[in-house]
């Protein structure tokens, strides 16, 4: 088993990864357990998926269970959602020492960390994430959220979740697309300030999509690790250090906004669309060369993830875009400070960036 530890004084907590982690969940979740059943929260498909394996853990230890399935998608992620979910942990007595269980994908463990943040003001929660992008990403740091009519991510709150369970297997019973989109996460790491990182991606990437359980939890590992490191120095993205965690969010936030945040375009996908667009940004500044940008959309459409506005199929113009953007969760003083690039490994935020001149850049890309 990997232990990485998210160094957060009294709100600390360890991250475990370990491929067939499921199947022994009971030995690390007994310690949280009290009087009432553990209330597990899901969604539709892993509840077929998975829930088997973790409902047997727990009952072979004799821990109780409770299982609320939720659909499955983007959509989840909204005021209905939170509201039947509150409701539900409410009648079920959860109390202020409680622990309720998020397994799923970051749907499930946003929805689930944000309830958790706000029922009785404030009860713990587990992580137990079953996707890519979730293991390697949104599980970790206590950001919780759902959507909100303008845009995604609106409303929500930072809440450290207790322990984070990961099993690189759960990644068996997803589709090639929705390992794909996870990965773009992975990428990112590299492209913040890891070269040899992003050299690793470029060299086992492929593998790591076609099931190479060593690769996968390598990637898993160490991406968990650089984000808790990231999050140890900057947990509420004061300092600006943990801010470097959104490249390519802005531009494919946007994407995902003008895609009607459906299954037309996962948000891995619209990640791994934003990082190239950034480099492509960071070239029309001068500030970093065509061929590192070139490299990074290379290795990202060579494992089938799109790099353009083409790619995703988006029509609207540079205009209508950078509209989509106005709704940022970073924009401060009326101004956008976007995540850009020296370099493979160089990410740094840029707080001098005009959106017209976005428009523009955005306007001259084909369609």
Known sequence: MTIVPVSLGERSYDVRIEAGLLDRACDALESYATSRPFLVITDEHVAARQWPRLETSLAKAGLQTELVV????????????????????????????????????????????????????????????????????????????????????????????????IDPDTLDTLGRREVAAGYAEVVKYGLIDDTQFFEWCEANGPALLEGDGQARAYAIAKSVAAKATIVAQDERETSGKRA????????GHALEAETGFSDRLLHGEAVAAGMALAFGYSVRRGECSGQDAG????????????????????????ARLVEHM??????SAGTLPFLLARGIGETYLAKDVLLDDVADYLDDLPR
Do not use: Y
Request: glycine share 12%; with cysteine; aromatic share 4%.
């Open 70 to 165: 939720l659909p499955a998608g983007e959509s989840t992620k909204s005021w209905r959602h939170l509201e039947a979910l509150t409701d539900r942990m409410i009648e079920h007595g959860i109390e202020r020492r409680d622990h309720v269980i998020a397994l799923g994908g970051g749907v499930i463990g946003d929805l689930v960390g944000f309830a958790a943040s706000i029922v009785k003001r404030g009860c713990h929660f587990i992580q137990i994430p079953t996707t890519l992008l979730a293991q390697v990403d949104s599980s970790v740091g206590g950001k919780t959220a759902i959507n909100s009519r303008a845009g995604k991510n609106l409303l929500g709150a930072f809440h450290q979740p207790s322990l984070v369970l």
């Open 244 to 251: 470097l965690l959104n490249l390519g969010h802005t531009f």
């Open 295 to 318: 490299r990074v959309s290379a290795h990202l459409r060579a494992v089938g993830l799109p790099v353009s506005l083409a790619d995703v199929g988006v029509t609207a113009s540079g």
């Open 326 to 331: 106005l709704h940022d969760k970073k924009m």
